[in-house]
């Protein structure tokens, strides 16, 4: 089966600092993609980043940035410098690539910045 | 406007009722989603389409149909609600021809669906 699993339910941090989201995934398959979505209040589901499996380097998107590691399976996202408007639940997700775009996805990370 | 378009927005129904859940979209997307969002447990894939004669089951089908009446449009019902599909319903696109946005997927704003 494939899954993904982000196993802290609930994170906090002070404005300005940095933050770890965890993520871990299980599939056979060699060619995947792997995102992080944000869900704020308004329950938009944005993108905030997206890796190629293929890629060794990780990808960076401003002050967002993954910690790639492809043989332990692993997806982390940090958050740098975190702001009030990063308050949000945030979603791991994988996506095989012959397997018609369908996304898997954790169970999400409720984020709150505090000031 | 929205590049992917959920009506309604709210809808609170009651038991045994029959729902429909529409879905919209500009982007000229060939692959449709439904999801189903859940406290705990994510998002969960209902039915996919990669085009309007092509309609598979996802993960948790069972209690739902789904119409493409075309390339644009892309429909989830509940024939007959029950509590347990008490959920934040989502519609997503994506594109399969290639290029930088080929696999992300694009979500609608979300249909908060209650049933009494």
């Known amino acids: 089966a494939q899954t993904v699993t982000q196993s802290q339910p609930e994170m906090s941090v002070q404005e300005a600092e940095t933050v770890t989201l965890s993520c871990t995934y299980d599939?056979?398959?060699?060619?995947?993609?792997l995102f992080w979505y944000k869900q704020p209040p308004s329950r938009q589901m944005i993108l905030v980043i997206r890796?190629?499996?293929?890629?060794?380097q990780n990808a960076t998107e401003n002050r967002f940035s993954v910690n790639f590691q492809k043989a332990a399976k692993s997806f982390s996202l940090k958050i740098s410098d975190s702001q009030l408007g990063d308050t949000a639940m945030y979603f791991c997700?994988?996506?095989?690539?012959?397997?018609?775009?369908?996304?898997?996805f954790g169970q999400g990370t409720e984020l709150s910045v505090k000031p | 406007d929205a590049d992917v378009t959920q009506t309604p927005r709210n809808r609170i129904t009651k038991t045994g009722k029959r729902i429909m859940l529409e879905c919209s979209q500009t982007?000229?997307?060939?692959?449709m989603y439904w999801y189903r969002q859940d406290p705990g447990l994510g998002l969960r894939l209902i039915y996919y389409?990669?085009?309007?004669?092509?309609?598979n089951k996802g993960e948790i089908s069972d209690g739902y149909s789904v119409s493409r009446q075309a390339q644009a449009k892309f429909s989830l019902s509940l024939e007959s609600a029950i509590p347990n599909q008490t959920a934040l319903y989502f519609c997503?696109?994506?594109?399969?021809?290639?290029?930088?946005?080929?696999?992300?997927?694009?979500f609608g704003a979300g249909s908060r669906l209650t049933v009494l």
């Open positions: 997700a994988f996506l095989i690539y012959n397997q018609g775009g369908k996304l898997i």
């Open positions: 997503a696109t994506s594109d399969s021809s290639g290029g930088p946005g080929a696999n992300v997927l694009t």
């Open positions: 982007k000229g997307h060939d692959r």
């Open positions: 599939t056979s398959e060699s060619n995947y993609y």
């Open positions: 389409s990669f085009d309007v004669k092509d309609i």
């Open positions: 890796q190629e499996a293929y890629k060794q």
